[in-house]
């Protein structure tokens, strides 16, 4: 496939078509994965950290956002996806602002938190990188970014085990979906350096397993930002 086939514009204009199906199949819990085992493994790493506030970073149609003001975190959600962050402000429970990562990064917003939660959020290759970059300018003196993702070992499939491209996929989604997002497939090495390299301190590698299979429904990195 072409560069222009896997880019970071084409991730937005895909969640761009898809985001009415994304709210339906978060809101009616049709995502097995995310109602065995992710979902409750994100809130987990977050409360871990016992943070004032939040920033979900990528937040979709808004579910962590008001899982975590329901327990009384002050938390945000942005998203570069305007049909998400529409769906997130008409159901409510939480603040939300659509707003790209770079924007964000500017400081402009007055964004200061005590953690920055990805979850499955971090899709892209330069977008990714730049969040690494100035996530620390986002977060108060020992704050914490949080990352859940796809574990890369049961993510590659029959591919190489190598950084790279991938195309995207809604196998096991509705009909409703269409046109998927190509995505940036990392190493779990690759993902360990992007932490390292720009100065983050790692605590915690989580692997949490799915009930049924007891294989890692994903990968979740907790750490600390250059002091």
């Not at 898809?18 to 995310?34: C, E, F, Q």
């Not at 979906?177 to 590698?205: K, Q």
Request: glycine share 8%; with cysteine; charged share 20%.
């Amino acid at each position: 496939m072409s560069a222009k086939v896997f880019s970071e514009a084409r991730i937005l204009e895909s969640w761009g078509r898809n985001a009415a199906a994304w709210t339906v199949a978060v809101r009616d819990r049709k995502i097995d994965s995310r109602v065995q085992v992710t979902d409750r493994a994100i809130v987990e790493a977050i409360l871990s950290r016992r943070p004032g506030s939040v920033l979900d970073l990528g937040c979709g149609e808004g579910w962590l956002v008001r899982e975590l003001a329901a327990r009384n975190i002050e938390a945000l959600g942005v998203d570069a996806v305007p049909g998400l962050i529409a769906d997130a402000m008409a159901a409510g429970g939480g603040g939300f602002l659509q707003v790209s990562y770079e924007d964000l990064a500017t400081g402009k917003h007055g964004v200061l938190v005590d953690v920055i939660a990805c979850n499955f959020s971090l899709l892209g290759k330069e977008s990714v990188e730049d969040v690494f970059r100035t996530a620390p300018l986002l977060l108060n003196p020992h704050g914490s970014l949080i990352v859940q993702t796809l574990h890369p070992v049961f993510a590659c499939g029959d591919l190489p085990y190598q950084d790279g491209w991938r195309a995207g996929s809604w196998a096991g989604f509705s009909a409703d979906f269409t046109d998927p997002a190509p995505w940036y497939f990392r190493t779990l090495d690759s993902w360990v350096e992007l932490f390292v390299n720009n100065g983050f301190r790692l605590l915690e590698v989580r692997e949490p397993l799915h009930p049924h299979t007891q294989t890692p429904a994903s990968v979740i990195f907790i750490a600390e930002p250059p002091a």
